[in-house]
């Protein structure tokens, strides 16, 4: 990759260090405990991590701009208070120079922040293709063929003990991909496109309100009012376990750069105001916050942090039964067969 040709100054050995980064967990302010263990995510996944590098790095972009027009300002006063023209025309170019600069800055960053869907799409054609025809696959990265083949391997409902919902498909196969189902006793749904297996779990819900039903999203309005409808639409109890991890607005605030902005609809503010008066946990400012049509995708947080927020939320709300460790052996070996040994032998 040439970094004079795209907007991210990209290079090869910068997008393998972050791809390194988000399998290791070597983020920073990423709160999660050390571990040996490395992270799998998706190609979009990925995409964000370099946007966020790139938005969050960038916070005094304009400083330089900033104080020059600071300068120009005051140069410019003091020319009028003396009435001297020459003053006032040399802090009226000074005054014109940093804005000329701020311009330039703004067209040439703008597809990384504007980070709208199509920049992100392109990403993996753009950085990773190339790449990867070179080096091989990225490191922790998941392909087409595993996303597949991990949409496949679906938990039998009488091995889920906690069940999670998320609109975000990409982070719903970073969790597949880092074995949580199995590791957990997790079910995965996406409320958009439910499938038979999606079926047979919803009705297990029903038939166990204390299951525990997390939630993931993004910090926006819009997530907020499909998620909390859920549990109404599908029949579950009044009183039914639900835990919300997440993404909330006091969660992302201070990350200025990575803000978008939408235009909500009466509808949807209607709907919205309407689940803040049925309990709807938020503060008066993440409240007005959303209100405004501000949001901030999920998949800016690092795979890592969902991976161990989860984790931690299926063990506190849902842990496993105690099992006897004789009977857990006996089990065992059932399963291999060896409780029928003896018999056989005995009859030759």
Known sequence: MEPRENALKMNDLRLRKIAEQLREARIS???????????????????????????????????????????????????????NEVIVGISLVLLILPLLSVLTKIMKNAPALLFNSRFLMSFKEQFIHPWERIHGILPGRITADEIAALRLAQLPPQQVRAVLVSPIVDILDCLRANNLPQKLGIALIDPNQLTEHDEAIIALLRSHPRMPLLMLHDACATDYVLLTLLPKKWGLASHHRIVDLGLHPR?????????????????????????????LALTTEERAWLRKGYTVSALFIPPAKWVVMVSKAVERLAPKPVVDPEV?????ARAVGFMSWPSSLERH
């Open 29 to 83: 302010g990423l709160d999660i405990p050390v571990s040996e263990q490395q992270y799998r995510y998706t190609s979009l996944q990925l995409a964000y991590a370099v946007l966020r590098k790139y938005l969050l790095s960038k916070p005094n972009q304009y400083l330089v701009e900033i104080v020059l027009t600071v300068i120009s300002g005051v140069v410019f006063i003091v020319g009028l208070f003396f009435q």
């Open 328 to 332: 857990e052996a006996q089990a065992q």
């Open 251 to 279: 969660h992302v605030q201070r990350l200025r750069p990575l803000w978008k902005r939408e235009t909500p609809s009466k509808e949807l503010l209607d709907l919205f105001e309407f689940q803040m008066s049925n309990g």
